[in-house]
C-alpha cells in the first residue's frame, strides 16, 4: 500500500514540526537557566521554538489551510538554520566559536537542527509533489 503522507521515523511532519519547536524552547529554557543568563538572546530558540510548535499543531487542526501553514514553518525552520550560521562567524578568530560555550552549543544547535529540519520539509514536499503527479 501506497503511503498517504510523508513520514520520517513513523512520524507525520505536522508532529516532528511539532517536536522540533518543543525542543527549541526546551533547550532555550535549560540553557537559559543553566547559565544563568540574564540575556535575551539566550531565548531566541524560543522565540523560533513556540511559533514553529504552533503552526505544526495549526496545521493538524486546520488541514484545509496546511499547505500554507507547512510554508510558514519551513520559512521559520530556515530562520534557525540561518540563525546558526552565526556559529562560523566565530571559526578562525582568536577565541573561536566557543568562545562563549554555551552560545557557541545554541548556535551549533540550532545550525544542525535547522538544516535537518529544512531537509525534511523539503523532502516532504518533494513526497507531497510526486503524489498529486501521480
Given amino acids: 500500500m501506497a503511503q498517504k503522507e510523508f513520514e520520517f521515523i513513523g512520524q507525520t ?10 525542543f527549541l524552547t526546551a533547550w532555550a529554557i535549560l540553557m537559559t537557566l543553566a547559565v544563568n543568563s540574564g540575556s535575551i538572546t539566550s531565548m ?14 495549526f496545521a493538524i487542526q486546520i488541514p484545509n489551510k ?8 519551513v520559512i521559520l525552520g530556515l530562520i534557525v538554520f540561518l540563525g546558526g550560521l552565526d ?5 578562525g578568530s582568536d577565541g573561536g566559536p566557543f568562545s562563549n560555550p554555551w552560545a557557541g552549543a545554541s548556535k551549533l544547535m540550532m545550525l544542525i537542527t ?9 523532502m516532504s514536499f518533494i513526497f507531497t509533489r510526486k503524489k498529486r503527479i501521480q
Avoid: D, Q, S
Fill in 87 to 91: 556559529f562560523l562567524r566565530g571559526v
Fill in 66 to 73: 496546511k499547505k500554507l501553514i507547512m510554508h510558514i514553518v
Fill in 114 to 122: 535547522g538544516a535537518g529540519f529544512c531537509y525534511l520539509c523539503i
Fill in 44 to 57: 531566541i530558540p524560543a522565540m523560533l521554538g513556540l511559533p514553529i510548535a504552533l503552526n505544526g499543531f
Fill in 13 to 22: 511532519m505536522e508532529k516532528i514540526t511539532i517536536y522540533f519547536g518543543l
